[in-house]
């Protein structure tokens, strides 16, 4: 029974070391995925929240749509919309791009709705003396507003960046191999469930943790500085 | 040998210095809010290196004026006329044409807050010439020598590094003037500048205010400091319910106002200054 035991826990680190490149490279990817996607969010977050405060009406209310779409639909069938709905209307791409978009998409209207917090916790004031001086809207927004908001936005920011980061583990249901996807292939040649989720997850879990690391210094440089 | 022309003085529109009209000028200008007009109608003509005074009670709409002279509130009626030309603020939108109108027009106007409003990602040096550089174009080590030398004479130089949160609310609002002094304006607009300010920091930005105005600034100053208003300012207006009710010599207005309302609104600031320490917070 204990030797058993004993010669499952040896053949478990064997095999641990024999698909562990295997493993790393689907978190490597899954890592490039999770960066594509949060350029992403941010650059579609980031219009959507200046989009969604216009003074215009016709510019407001399609960002107005698309954060309601999105926050109110779940991801998955957003990527199901994106890698087997658009080829319907003509549009193909691969799983790794169809992904990216989906995710990138998702993720923006979160991030839209943690800059709008963050701009409007800005006083009013500092818009008024930087127009007062001149400012034009693109100077007042990039040297004025947007780097302040970016102090005050960067632990909600680092939370829906690490959601992020787990929800690539959606793409395995379009065939992207990453980090899911991966270990389900080789549970299904070994049918050993438990350590390869497990070893999944732990690589999840060191990712996510750089992450809250990352930003924990980012956020300790921000505080020396003012 | 003399090659001064003659005629000089009446030369033409094109030369302010020699025909000095107004260097600003409102012309029943009006705002409403919603359904409450909070201007009802000013005019107003500002020579150059005048420094008016601009007094009445809070709601009375002085803020709001001041706030219109550089288009931070877009007037609903009336004319604004700065430097000779008349200011075209009807207009308004994405058109690119308008925006760098009327950017020109307020990197000519400074103006300097009740809340400072200094920008807390900057240190003070920086504070000062990002507009200069961003705005007017200068090179950034012209900008920079030019920004000491106007923290120097404000005894500041040493806190050129400093970040606004780590200065005093004096210095703070004395840095704020500085840093819209230097786009070199032609007008200074001061809006309740040492309203949030402790008692004791009050006298070193009156001070300074006082500097500027000796030294030629024209100015408009809402303010409730009545003291200075009557030591500093070349003219008092009283505005009361959206309208000058009083309008004359500093001196007169201050300290013999023919207007009911203005004697009583003397009264209540007067009193209130003089008021025990121990009185309740500002709403």
Known sequence: MIEDWGQAAGDTWSSLVAYAPGFLSASWLALQISILVILLSWACGLAAALGKISPYRFIRWPFQFYVWFVRGTPTLIQIFIVYFGLPQVGVRMSPFVAGVIALGVNSGAYVAEIVRGGLLAIPKGQTESSLALGMSYWQLMSRIILPQVVRIILPPITNEATTTLKNTSLLSTITVVELTLHAQIVIARTFRPFDFYIVAAVLYLIMTTLLTHLSARLERHYARRQ | ?283
């Open chain 2, 1 to 283: 040998m003399t090659e001064a022309p003659p005629h000089r003085e009446s030369s033409g529109p094109g030369d302010p210095t020699r025909s000095p009209g107004p260097l600003l000028e409102l012309v029943g200008l009006h705002k409403t809010f919603d359904q409450t007009e909070v201007l009802r109608g000013i005019s107003l003509a500002v020579m150059p290196g005048e420094v008016v005074a601009i007094i009445g009670a809070s709601g009375s709409g002085k803020s709001t004026l001041l706030r219109c002279v550089n288009l931070l509130e877009r007037p609903t009626g009336g004319e604004i006329i700065f430097a000779g030309r008349p200011v075209d603020y009807a207009v308004h939108g994405l058109f690119a044409r308008q925006h760098r109108r009327l950017r020109e027009l307020r990197s000519q106007i400074g103006m300097v807050f009740q809340s400072y409003n200094l920008w807390p990602h900057k240190t003070v040096i920086e504070n000062v010439v990002e507009a200069p550089i961003r705005v007017r174009g200068l090179p950034r080590r012209t900008a920079i020598e030019r920004a000491e030398d106007l923290l120097a004479t404000i005894g500041l130089e040493e806190k050129r590094d400093e970040y606004p949160a780590r200065l005093s609310g004096g210095q703070q609002q004395r840095v704020a003037i500085v840093r819209a002094l230097a786009m070199e304006p032609k007008l200074m607009l001061f809006d309740e500048v040492t309203s949030a300010l402790d008692p004791e920091l009050v006298g070193e930005v009156l001070e300074l205010m006082e500097r500027l105005a000796k030294d030629g600034m024209t100015m408009l100053v809402v303010t409730h400091e009545i003291a200075f208003a009557r030591d500093v300012s070349t003219r008092a207006i009283y505005i009361d319910q959206g309208v000058i009710a009083e309008e004359g010599r500093a001196s007169e207005v201050l300290t013999a106002p023919r207007n009911e309302r203005t004697r009583q609104f003397l009264g209540r600031v007067l009193h209130a200054r003089h008021a025990p320490a121990a009185r309740p917070s500002r709403a």
